[in-house]
C-alpha cells in the first residue's frame, strides 16, 4: 500500500459545481498534513495546512478523520482559475519526512 | 520574500555525462530536499540533507548523489546519466512544516 495515495482523476466538473478529493494515509503516527496545488509546469505551492477541527479559506475547506485516515478538500463554486493538479502532503510520522500522494487533477469547464 | 532558486531551468544532455542541478536558498534553512516529478508517480524524494556536509537518501537514490558544503546549496548530481532520468526536478527547503520549492529544472537526457 502507497504511504499517501489520491484519486488521479481528472475530476472534469462545470463552473460552479462543488468538487471534493480525499486523500488517504498509511502511517497513523503522521501529524502534519497539507494540500498543495500545482499548474502545469509550475511547482507546487501550498493552498492550505490541514488542522484536526477542519478549517476553511473561502471556497476552501479541509478535514481531517485520524480514525480512517485520510484528510479531504472541499472546492465551493469552482471557478475556472481552480484547475490544476492538488498534491496531498502528509509528514512520516516520527521523521520530518513530507510524503506527497501523486495528485488529483481538476479541470473545470465554463 | 523566500525565496529557492534553481538556477538551470532546462538542459538537454547526452546519455553518460555528468550532470550538476543547483539549488540555492537564502532563508539559513537547514533541512533541504531534491525530487523528481514524473507523470502518474507524483513527487518522489531523491535525497534530501538535515545540515551541512549531511546527506540522506530518499526513495530513489540510486543512479545520483548530492553535495551540501555550505548551507544555502544543495547540488543534485548525475554521475552519468541516463535516458530513465529525463524528468523534472524539485529542489525544496524547509523550515518546520513549510515547504519552499524552486521552480525546478527540466532535464532531458537524449
Known amino acids: 500500500r502507497k504511504e499517501v495515495e489520491q484519486d488521479p482523476g481528472p475530476f472534469n466538473v462545470p463552473e460552479g459545481a462543488t468538487v471534493a478529493f480525499n486523500c488517504t494515509y498509511s502511517n497513523s503516527a503522521s501529524q502534519s498534513f497539507f494540500w498543495y496545488r500545482q499548474d502545469c509546469r509550475k511547482e507546487p505551492k501550498l493552498l492550505m495546512s490541514v488542522y484536526s477541527s477542519g478549517n476553511e479559506d473561502g471556497r476552501f475547506t479541509a478535514q481531517l478523520n485520524r480514525a480512517s485516515q485520510y484528510i479531504s478538500l472541499l472546492i465551493r463554486d469552482s471557478k475556472l482559475s481552480d484547475s490544476a493538479t492538488y498534491l496531498c502532503?502528509?509528514?512520516?510520522?516520527?521523521?520530518?519526512?513530507?510524503?506527497f500522494g501523486t495528485g488529483t487533477r481538476l479541470q473545470v469547464f465554463p | 520574500d523566500v525565496k529557492v532558486t534553481q538556477s538551470s531551468r532546462y538542459l538537454v544532455k547526452r546519455t553518460g555525462e555528468k550532470v550538476f542541478l543547483e539549488c540555492v536558498q537564502d532563508m539559513d534553512h537547514e533541512n533541504m530536499f531534491w525530487y523528481r516529478q514524473d507523470p502518474g508517480l507524483g513527487l518522489r524524494l531523491i535525497y534530501f540533507?538535515?545540515?551541512?556536509?549531511?546527506?540522506e537518501k530518499g526513495d530513489i537514490p540510486e543512479g545520483y548523489s548530492v553535495s551540501r558544503e555550505k548551507k544555502e546549496r544543495f547540488s543534485l548530481i548525475l554521475e552519468s546519466a541516463s535516458t530513465n532520468q529525463t524528468s523534472m526536478y524539485l529542489c525544496?527547503?524547509?523550515?518546520?512544516?513549510?515547504?519552499?520549492f524552486g521552480e525546478g529544472s527540466w532535464l532531458t537526457v537524449v
Open positions: 502532503v502528509v509528514n512520516g510520522g516520527n521523521t520530518d519526512k513530507l510524503i
Open positions: 525544496a527547503s524547509v523550515s518546520g512544516n513549510t515547504i519552499y
Open positions: 540533507s538535515y545540515d551541512v556536509k549531511m546527506k
